[in-house]
């Protein structure tokens, strides 16, 4: 059963360039939530989605979008890139238990540097 | 307002000895609460998560809620050199107004073990 995969791993880009970042969920998974770590922090989250929209998004601004798939996989896009983008950015993807709790697993993480 | 926050940290502890990390958070209605371990340049693991008031024990790691208090901890027994990493208590609350919800996480905890 595979896990979340992410990728690339990693990717260094100029500032004001523009990135996409991709996401397949874990088997059985419905819903994808983007959250960017920087370092020395725990991660933020950006947005999630579910049915192919964006359904609840974090502080950050519109410059940050992302897309679902029909196939729930996911892409996170960034434009007009900042040397603050710079960070670990984590997929995670996650399915209602049946014990009424949410299980969410992540995948390795896309390190993303902004030179 | 930060909605879940954790002890500053670093900790240090001995090996062999118990760590315990600890963490509050904002949001009554939250329904589901993880710990989660990180390595340095690494994705967060799950290492515990507990729904239910009182203590969810799994090998060395034991699990603590208190709803009424929101309040949620980790004790490591019998700590290890690899137990050595950043701990990130994550909690599941619903967003606002909505059916959704959403993982939200503290800053995390620096623990390391010394031989």
């Known amino acids: 059963d595979a896990g979340v995969t992410q990728s690339p791993t990693h990717l260094i880009k100029t500032r004001g360039q523009q990135v996409t970042l991709r996401c397949s969920p874990k088997?059985?998974?419905?819903?994808v939530s983007w959250y960017q770590q920087a370092l020395g922090q725990g991660p933020q989250f950006i947005f999630q989605?579910?049915?192919?929209?964006?359904?609840q998004r974090g502080n950050f601004p519109d410059r940050f979008s992302g897309h679902q798939f029909p196939n729930y996989s996911s892409e996170l896009n960034v434009n007009a890139l900042l040397l603050g983008d710079s960070a670990l950015y984590l997929c995670?993807?996650?399915?209602?238990?049946?014990?009424?709790?949410?299980?969410?697993?992540f995948g390795s993480g896309t390190r993303l540097t902004v030179v | 307002q930060k909605e879940v926050e954790q002890n500053s940290g670093p900790l240090s502890v001995p090996e062999g000895a118990i760590a315990s990390l600890n963490c509050t958070y904002s949001?009554?209605?939250?329904?589901?609460f993880f710990w989660y371990r990180q390595y340095s340049g690494k994705s967060p693991e799950l290492i515990m998560s507990?729904?239910?008031?009182g203590d969810k024990e799994d090998g060395r790691f034991t699990a603590q809620l208190n709803k009424a208090s929101q309040y949620v901890s980790l004790l490591i027994r019998d700590s290890q050199p690899s137990d050595s990493a950043t701990y990130l208590c994550?909690?599941?609350?619903?967003?606002?107004?909505?059916?959704?919800?959403?993982?939200?996480f503290g800053k995390g905890t620096l623990l390391t073990v010394n031989p």
């Open positions: 949001d009554r209605g939250s329904q589901s």
């Open positions: 989605y579910y049915e192919e929209e964006e359904r």
């Open positions: 507990i729904y239910s008031n």
């Open positions: 088997s059985g998974h419905d819903t």
């Open positions: 995670a993807s996650s399915f209602p238990n049946v014990d009424g709790g949410y299980g969410y697993t």
């Open positions: 994550a909690v599941n609350g619903r967003v606002s107004g909505g059916s959704n919800y959403k993982l939200t």
